[in-house]
């Protein structure tokens, strides 16, 4: 994963080729929307709550599967 957008209610994640990975629901509040990013993760806080979310690649790179933290 290379980067994380907010645009409007949603927060957009990109692999370093600008695909588009996934696209998670961000909530519309004043506070709601994406929060920070690794290589390998997303933080999106909706309400009061912050949604991590994990990627796991293979050692190629590829993207195996995205699962959220709990």
């Given amino acids: ?8 209610n949603f927060v957009y994640v990109y692999d370093e080729q600008g695909r588009q ?8 509040g004043s506070h709601d ?13 909706k309400g009061s709550f912050i949604y991590i979310y994990i ?7 590829h993207q195996k599967s995205a699962i959220p933290a709990r």
Avoid: F
Wanted: proline share 0%; charged share 15%; aromatic share 8%.
């Fill in 1 to 8: 994963m290379a980067s994380a957008v907010r645009k409007g």
């Fill in 21 to 28: 990975l996934t696209t998670i629901a961000a909530g519309g």
């Fill in 33 to 45: 929307g994406l929060q920070g990013y690794t290589a390998t993760t997303v933080s999106v806080r």
């Fill in 55 to 61: 990627y796991i690649y293979d050692e190629r790179s």
